[in-house]
C-alpha cells in the first residue's frame, strides 16, 4: 500500500516538468526512497522473526518430545527398581523362613535326642516306670524319628521287665503296626511271643516264634525263637 502511494506520487510529479527540478520534488523522492528502503528492512525483519519464531516453535517441539522420552524412559527405571526391590524383600523373607526352620529343626532334634537318652538311661538304671513315661513323651514329640521304633521296643521291655504283661504286649503290638520294617520287630516278636507264654497263650507264642523263623530267618532273633520252641515241644 505504502509502495503504491508512493508511486503515483512519483507518476504525478514526474510528468509535470514544471516541477522536475524543484528542490520539494528531489526532497520528496528522497523521502520516497527513504521510506522503501525502511519498508524492506521491516518485511526482512518480518521475514527473519518468522523464520526465528517457525525454528523456536521445533525446538520446542523436540524439547518436548525430549521431555516425554526422558519421562517415559525413568518411569521404566523407577518400575525395574521396584521389581528388583520386590524380588529381593521376597529371597530376604525366603531366607529367613530357611532359617527358622533349620533352628526349629535342630532345636527340636536335640530335644527329642535328649528326651530318648534320659529315657534310655532310666532303663538301664532299672527306672521302668520313668523309662516308659519318657519313651512315651519322645514318641508323642517324634512318632517317626531315629529312633522311634528303639523307644517303641525299649516300652514293651520296660512293661515286660517290669511285670506289667498286657502293657508290654501293648507296646509291641504298637511298634509292630507303626514300624512294620524295623530291624527290632524280629526281637520285638520274640519277645511278644515269651510274654505270651508267660500268659499261657501257648499256641499264640508258637505261632509267633514261627513268624520270626519264617520271615527273619538269617538273625539272633530267628535263633532265639528256634530256642523258644524247643522248649515248648519238652
Given at each position: 500500500m505504502?509502495?503504491?502511494?508512493?508511486?503515483?506520487?512519483?507518476g504525478?510529479?514526474?510528468?509535470n516538468?514544471?516541477?522536475?527540478q524543484s528542490?520539494?520534488?528531489?526532497?520528496?523522492?528522497?523521502d520516497?526512497?527513504?521510506?522503501e528502503?525502511r519498508?524492506?528492512?521491516?518485511?526482512?525483519?518480518v521475514?527473519e522473526?518468522?523464520q526465528?519464531?517457525q525454528?523456536?516453535s521445533?525446538q520446542?517441539?523436540?524439547?518436548?518430545?525430549a521431555?516425554?522420552?526422558?519421562?517415559?524412559?525413568?518411569?521404566v527405571?523407577?518400575?525395574?527398581?521396584?521389581?528388583?526391590?520386590?524380588?529381593l524383600?521376597?529371597?530376604?523373607?525366603?531366607?529367613n523362613?530357611r532359617?527358622?526352620t533349620?533352628l526349629?529343626?535342630s532345636?527340636?532334634?536335640v530335644?527329642?535326642?535328649k528326651l530318648?537318652e534320659?529315657?534310655?538311661?532310666d532303663y538301664?538304671?532299672g527306672?521302668?516306670?520313668?523309662?516308659?513315661?519318657?519313651f512315651a513323651?519322645?514318641?508323642?514329640?517324634?512318632?517317626?524319628?531315629?529312633?522311634?521304633?528303639?523307644?517303641?521296643?525299649?516300652?514293651?521291655?520296660a512293661?515286660?521287665?517290669?511285670?506289667?504283661?498286657d502293657e508290654?504286649l501293648a507296646?509291641?503290638?504298637?511298634?509292630?503296626?507303626?514300624?512294620?520294617?524295623?530291624e527290632?520287630?524280629?526281637?520285638?516278636?520274640?519277645?511278644?511271643g515269651?510274654?505270651l507264654?508267660e500268659?499261657g497263650?501257648?499256641?499264640?507264642a508258637?505261632?509267633?516264634?514261627?513268624?520270626v523263623?519264617k520271615?527273619?530267618?538269617?538273625?539272633?532273633?530267628?535263633?532265639?525263637?528256634?530256642?523258644?520252641?524247643?522248649?515248648?515241644?519238652?
Open positions: 505504502i509502495r503504491s502511494v508512493l508511486f503515483i506520487s512519483i504525478v510529479f514526474g510528468a516538468p514544471v516541477f522536475a528542490a520539494a520534488e528531489r526532497q520528496l523522492a528522497a520516497i526512497r527513504m521510506l528502503q519498508n524492506e528492512r521491516i518485511e526482512g525483519a521475514s522473526l518468522a526465528l519464531a525454528g523456536l521445533k520446542l517441539a523436540e524439547q518436548a518430545n521431555a516425554r522420552k526422558l519421562s517415559a524412559d525413568q518411569m527405571v523407577l518400575e525395574e527398581t521396584l521389581t528388583t526391590v520386590r524380588v524383600r521376597e529371597q530376604v523373607a525366603e531366607t523362613q532359617l527358622a533349620i526349629e529343626k532345636t527340636s532334634s530335644d527329642e535326642s530318648f534320659n529315657a534310655r538311661a538301664m538304671a527306672n521302668y516306670e520313668l523309662a516308659v513315661q519318657g513323651e519322645y514318641l508323642k514329640v517324634s512318632p517317626q524319628g531315629r529312633n522311634a521304633a528303639m523307644a517303641g521296643y525299649y516300652m514293651g521291655e512293661h515286660r521287665l517290669n511285670r506289667k504283661l508290654a507296646a509291641y503290638d504298637r511298634l509292630i503296626s507303626a514300624h512294620p520294617t524295623s527290632q520287630i524280629p526281637n520285638a516278636r520274640v519277645r511278644r515269651e510274654v507264654n500268659l497263650r501257648i499256641k499264640e508258637r505261632a509267633e516264634y514261627e513268624t523263623i520271615d527273619s530267618p538269617n538273625t539272633d532273633a530267628a535263633t532265639l525263637a528256634k530256642q523258644r520252641l524247643t522248649a515248648l515241644a519238652r
